[in-house]
């Protein structure tokens, strides 16, 4: 089975640069996530998609961040214009949507702000 | 605020001995445990869970208690491996109803297993 599928690995750009990221969830998976993962903290859930609905999105800063999922299956996280503080692991996430369910992870974007 | 807190950024412990990592949280709505494993330039990976309805779950070395009066639980690995060296995240979720299910983690504890 293949895992969760991410691109770029890694990104640096000067702030006030726009930047995007990919993610490719399991396949038939129907939930995905985006999670902000900064240096020393732990995983912080951006946006909750449900097929191409969104769920949660109470902690994404709606007035750099936004994300898509189209026709339900692979996701586009983007951030315009960064800042310093956006450096941290994006984490794109996908499970089944049942009840009591892990979580499968991708590799994670790393992304630099300079 | 930190709903769910790992005190302990770092634990050592010698090959073959018991490591024992310790996760707190606040919100007594949370029913679902999870601990997670994660290597350097890699995603976190499932290691093992706990329904609030259980104290314990067992699976091969790894074991995760679960104190509901203390609102506390713990991840016991015997014996413990050089492979087993990784960061580990606690995390915990307030179910699917009337919830979107989403896992809030804590702050992750760096597992050192010395040879």
């Known amino acids: 089975e293949a895992g969760v599928a991410q691109s770029p690995r890694y990104k640096i750009i000067e702030k006030r640069q726009s930047v995007a990221f990919w993610c490719n969830p399991i396949s038939g998976h129907a939930t995905l996530y985006w999670y902000q993962q900064i240096l020393g903290q732990g995983p912080k859930l951006l946006i909750q998609f449900q097929n191409n609905g969104v769920v949660d999105d109470s902690q994404l800063p709606k007035d750099r961040f936004s994300a898509e999922r189209l026709k339900g299956v692979d996701s586009t996280l983007k951030i315009q214009p960064a800042k310093l503080e956006d450096s941290a692991v994006y984490l794109c996430a996908s499970s089944w949507g049942r009840e009591g369910e892990k979580l499968f992870f991708g590799s994670g974007t790393q992304l630099s702000v300079l | 605020d930190q709903q769910v807190k790992q005190n302990s950024p770092s634990l050592s412990v010698q090959e073959g001995r018991i490591s024992i990592l310790n996760c707190d949280y606040t919100?007594?709505?949370?029913?679902?445990f999870l601990w997670y494993k994660k290597y350097p330039a890699e995603g976190p990976t499932f290691l093992i869970s706990?329904?609030?309805?259980?104290d314990k779950n067992e699976d091969g070395r790894f074991t995760v208690f679960l104190n509901k009066s203390a609102k506390h639980l713990s991840l016991h690995i015997v014996p413990s491996q050089p492979g087993d060296s990784a960061v580990y995240f606690c995390?915990?979720?307030?179910?699917?109803?009337?919830?979107?299910?989403?896992?809030?983690f804590g702050q992750g504890t760096t597992l050192q297993v010395k040879p």
């Open positions: 706990i329904s609030s309805i259980k």
């Open positions: 919100n007594s709505m949370f029913d679902y």
């Open positions: 995390a915990a979720r307030r179910g699917f109803s009337g919830n979107t299910g989403k896992l809030i």
